[in-house]
């Protein structure tokens, strides 16, 4: 069984479209994160949710909006695309918000802007 | 605020070689959790082993040891006779318990070995 499960795993689209990447997590955990990493592999992170509740909003775009409708899921929401949005997104879960618990990751989707 | 520097961008060995990859973070947290993580080249992210900030008890799993040292703000992880199946980019990473509990990364070395 997947623990942590995103689809889609590839998203090919056009400047200007709305798309949307879902994350469900069977692990039980109570943090959810949404990682974005570059063409140079660096990862960054842009949101954090605890038990649905935003805690982490990093200095990201309003087109990209975070939707937790329970904590087992974590959907990202990208509106008005546009080329530089072109990234491998990772979603991860962890049971808590500190401490030593590490990430547990999905496989990526990889969104190509075009 | 936190960082984490690891200053090796590429490193190629020839498989049976010992290899160390160099992580140095900052932080001016006394608590804190120091990671490694492996993506191979299929691209999912592994977590390999954490550290407490109060302990520096260093580890050896098998081909893997890590070497943490607070003095010198350094994590480092060392595979010993490595093979062609750890190439992969190796992420360092640290998280402290304010700021919102972020994780944050380095920005990776990538490992290849040959055979």
């Known amino acids: 069984d997947t623990a942590v499960s995103q689809t889609p795993k590839y998203l090919v689209t056009q400047m200007g479209n709305d798309k949307s990447i879902k994350c469900e997590q069977n692990l039980g955990h109570d943090t959810m994160y949404w990682y974005k990493q570059d063409s140079k592999k660096f990862l960054k992170i842009m949101f954090s949710y605890n038990n649905k509740e935003l805690i982490i909003n990093e200095t990201v775009p309003n087109r990209f909006s975070p939707k937790s409708p329970d904590k087992a899921h974590l959907n990202l929401h990208i509106n008005s695309l546009e080329l530089g949005d072109s990234a491998v997104y990772f979603c991860a879960s962890s049971p808590g918000q500190g401490g030593n618990s590490p990430l547990h990751f999905g496989n990526g989707t990889r969104l190509t802007v075009t | 605020a936190q960082k984490v520097t690891q200053a090796q961008t590429e490193i190629s060995v020839v498989e049976k070689e010992d290899v160390t990859l160099d992580c140095v973070y900052e932080?001016?947290?006394?608590?804190?959790?120091l990671f490694w993580y492996k993506q191979p080249p299929s691209g999912e992210l592994v977590f390999l082993i954490r550290r407490n900030s109060f302990d520096e008890q260093n580890e050896i799993s098998g081909r893997y040891s890590w070497n943490f040292q607070k003095s010198t703000s350094s994590f480092n992880f060392t595979i010993t006779a490595s093979q062609v199946v750890d190439s992969a980019v190796y992420f360092c990473?640290?998280?402290?318990?304010?700021?919102?509990?972020?994780?944050?990364f380095g920005a990776g070395t990538r490992l290849f070995v040959k055979a």
């Open positions: 990473a640290l998280r402290v318990n304010t700021g919102g509990f972020k994780t944050i």
């Open positions: 932080t001016r947290d006394t608590t804190y959790y």
